[in-house]
């Protein structure tokens, strides 16, 4: 896949999450977190990084909110340079401010930091996924470069269903995804994935 054609797809997705009315976004952000809820992975960890959507992006938050309710740690990416992100920890307490892309991040002169290396779960968004965990986002490779080398981290895409693209090309720097919760499926790629997200659970 070119660059050209990478730049394409990503224009064809980003269109049609943006399309979807709010009805449908709440819905499909309803029908994500219950899937979540319903995996083991909110059992099992207590370190979780969500994401503030843009661009009509899967929204987290009612994945965020039941994290929080259940007493876990729940963090937010804070944009650093060298296309690394380094993560802040969240609740309704913290102020929210807008960085250089205008993406929303926690205030980072009042919320406690919390180091990539010890996150046990992230939510990452996405532009488009395909059925190996292949995931193509905005270009920018925060992730990529962030947990390039991970070794601790379960990866999960949060999406809408209309992202599912067939056999995105694998460039050698991204990193795959273990596993994909939508409103229509939670899908394993990897053996951690496929442990955490099988069908039989949800």
Known sequence: MTPASRASVRRRYRAARRA????EQLQHAADVARRFVA???????????????????????????RLLAAN?????????PQRRMTFY?????????????????PDTS????VPAAVLDV???????????GIRLGRGGGYYDATFGNRRR????????????HEGLHHEKWDVPLDAVITERAARGFTIRGRR???????
């Open 196 to 202: 955490f997200m099988s069908e039989g659970s949800l």
């Open 72 to 80: 876990k740690t729940v963090a937010l990416p804070v944009v650093m």
């Open 39 to 65: 995996s083991r992975v909110m059992l099992t960890f207590k370190r979780y990084a969500v994401y503030a959507p843009s661009d009509g992006e899967l929204d987290p938050s009612p994945i965020a909110d």
């Open 20 to 23: 979807l009315s709010r009805s």
């Open 153 to 164: 981290a379960l990866l999960i895409g949060l999406a809408h269903e209309l992202q599912h």
């Open 89 to 105: 920890r969240y609740d309704s307490s913290v102020p929210i401010v807008r960085n250089r892309f205008d993406i929303p991040e």
């Open 122 to 132: 992230v939510l990452v968004p996405l532009v488009a996924f395909d059925d190996v």
């Open 110 to 113: 009042v919320s406690q930091r």
